[in-house]
T-cell receptor, first 115, second 113 residues
Framework: DGGITQSPKYLFRKEGQNVTLSCEQN?????MYWYRQDPGQGLRLIYY???????QKGDIAEGYSVSREKKESFPLTVTSAQKNPTAFYLC??????????????FGSGTQLSVL | EDQVTQSPEALRLQEGESSSLNCSYT??????LFWYRQDPGKGPEFLFT???AGEEKEKERLKATLTKKESFLHITAPKPEDSATYLC??????????????FGQGTILTVHP
């Protein structure tokens, strides 16, 4: 079955530690996204990538980094510079960024907590 | 700046009690309005895309409608399995915000048997 796989489901970060969240898709989609979800707030865009080896900052990129070396993979690193990392992180993909049908396919999310 | 506000924040219904969820939006140029369903601890699942005022789309017990300022998600005779958080998002058609999605905070729907 085609879809988006995020891992791990739960992740704990110690003070000063960088952690990496994995996102893999087998939908052959060009565009991939990382969103952060906090209780009572809308999803906020962290980074997005329209094509391999290219990515752009979203609304809340500070303290995060990404790479897009393969079409299928878009890992997110939460660095020690992100002072409030506790949140539910969602990876998504779409056929093409800005396409007429901007239908996003989401993974099941990673819950990141601070120890 | 694009804004999306959903109301109510939470809605509790009895099974079979029809109601509507509201999504009010402000966007410089609407490319599309999207509805998603999200179950606890899961990622959102796509429901509908609406492109222009007057458009309507239906799926089982759900019907989405669109005006120039808001969208409604009507739920007819809901069942407990319709319980979820419903998210609304708008896509901007213009300039540097082209294709950018702005999400509302969601409405938590609980349907009691």
């Amino acid at each position: 079955d085609g879809g988006i796989t995020q891992s791990p489901k739960y992740l704990f970060r110690k003070e000063g530690q960088n952690v990496t969240l994995s996102c893999e898709q087998n939908l052959n989609h060009d565009a991939m996204y990382w969103y952060r979800q906090d209780p009572g707030q809308g999803l906020r865009l962290i980074y997005y990538s329209q094509i391999v080896n290219d990515f752009q900052k979203g609304d809340i990129a500070e303290g995060y980094s990404v790479s897009r070396e393969k079409k299928e993979s878009f890992p997110l690193t939460v660095t020690s510079a992100q002072k409030n990392p506790t949140a539910f992180y969602l990876c998504a993909s779409s056929i093409d960024h800005g396409a007429a049908n901007e239908k996003l396919f989401f993974g099941s999310g990673t819950q990141l907590s601070v120890l | 700046e694009d804004q999306v506000t959903q109301s109510p924040e939470a809605l509790r219904l009895q099974e079979g009690e029809s109601s509507s969820l509201n999504c009010s939006y402000t966007v410089s140029g609407l490319r599309g309005l999207f509805w998603y369903r999200q179950d606890p601890g899961k990622g959102p699942e796509f429901l509908f895309t609406l492109y222009s005022a007057g458009e309507e789309k239906e799926k089982e017990r759900l019907k989405a409608t669109l005006t120039k300022k808001e969208s409604f998600l009507h739920i007819t005779a809901p069942k407990p399995e319709d319980s979820a958080t419903y998210l609304c998002a708008v896509s901007n058609a213009g300039g540097t915000s082209y294709g950018k999605l702005t999400f509302g905070q969601g409405t938590i729907l609980t349907v009691h048997p």
